[in-house]
C-alpha cells in the first residue's frame, strides 16, 4: 500500500537521485510555526469537506500565517500528479479518478470559510484528454453559484498534451485571474522542470489575453535554483511581451534532499531590485520577497491588482 507521507513512495522517480545537502536556512526565511484557533478551524473545514491544499501538499512556509486567517489555496482533481519536477512536493503516479462531487465540495468550503478570494490549483493530470480543463470550469461554476461575491483566482498547469481548445473551456468560466507559473527561467528548465515547455507556457498565458483581454493573467517564479540576473530580466521581458499583468519572485525550498539542491540563498535587497526593475517593465502588480508564493496574500494583491489597472485607464 502506498504511503504518501513517506517519501520514497511519495515520490518514487525521485528515489535514485544523489542526496542534496540542505543548507541552513538565514533568518529571514524562518517562519513561526502554524497553530492558534483560525488555523484549526481551517483545518477542520478542509477534512470535512474531503478537500486537498496545495499548502500542505507543497509545504508552503506561509501556510501557518494564512491558515490562521482563514485562507487555504484549493487543489482539486486529487493529490498525485502524473510530473516529476525537481523542485516540487506534491506526490507523483499514477491519480486516481476524478470527483465528480469535488466543485461542489470546494464551493461549500469556500462558502463556509467566507472567502473574498479564493485561489483554487491543481495537480497536472497528462492521464486525461483535456488536462481537467472541465473539471476547472466546473470547480469556477460551483464557486460562482453559492458565492457569487468572492473573485476567483485560479492556477492551472500547462495543458501541455491537449487540443488548444482546452484553454477555452477554462476561460469561458471567467476566473478573475488566470495563473501559470513558469517557474524558472528556460535555461534551467531540463533539470527542473522536465516535461513541461518554457514557450508552450509563455504563449498559454498570451492566449488567455487573446481570449479575453480584460482578464487578469499571473505568472511566477522561484529564485536560489541557479538562475542569474540577466536571465531574471529576460523573463520579465517575455512576460510583459505576453501581456501578463502580475508577477512573483520568491526563493526556492528545498523540501528533501532528493529535490534539486538551493544553490543559494537570495537576499530581501535582490528581491526589492527585481521588484523594481519589473515594475519598470510595465507590470501592474509585482510580489518579489523570499517568502512570495502564488497565493500568498492573494486576495490583498488581486485588490492591488484591480486598482492598479483602474489606474492605467484613467491616465491613458
Known sequence: MRDLKIPESRHPEKAHRKDNAQPKKPSWIRV???GGKGYAETHKI??????????????????GECWSQGHATMMIMGEICTRGCTFCNVATGKPDELDAFE??????????????????????RDDLKDGGAEH?????????????DTTIEILTPDFLKCDDSVLETVVEARPDVFNHNLE???????????????????????????????????????VGLGEDRQSVMQIMDDMRAADIDFLTIGQYLQPTPKHHAVERFVHPDEFKDYETAAY??????????????????????????????EESLAKA
Open 32 to 34: 513561526k510555526a502554524p
Open 46 to 63: 478542509m477534512r470535512e469537506n474531503n478537500l486537498v491544499t496545495v499548502c500542505e501538499e507543497a509545504g508552503c512556509p506561509n501556510a
Open 103 to 124: 466543485p461542489g465540495r470546494v464551493a461549500h468550503a469556500v462558502k463556509k470559510l467566507g472567502l473574498n478570494h479564493v485561489v483554487i490549483t491543481s495537480v497536472d
Open 136 to 148: 476547472f470550469a466546473q470547480t469556477i461554476r460551483a464557486v460562482r453559484h453559492q458565492s457569487p
Open 184 to 222: 524558472t527561467v528556460p535555461g534551467l528548465y531540463p533539470e527542473v522542470r522536465p516535461g513541461a515547455r518554457y514557450f508552450h507556457s509563455l504563449r498559454l498565458l498570451q492566449r488567455v489575453k487573446e481570449l479575453d483581454p480584460s482578464m487578469f493573467t499571473k505568472s511566477g517564479i522561484m
Open 280 to 309: 519598470g517593465k510595465g507590470f501592474l502588480m509585482v510580489s518579489a520577497t523570499p517568502l512570495t508564493r502564488s497565493s500568498y496574500h492573494a486576495g490583498d494583491d488581486f485588490a492591488q491588482l484591480r486598482k492598479a489597472r
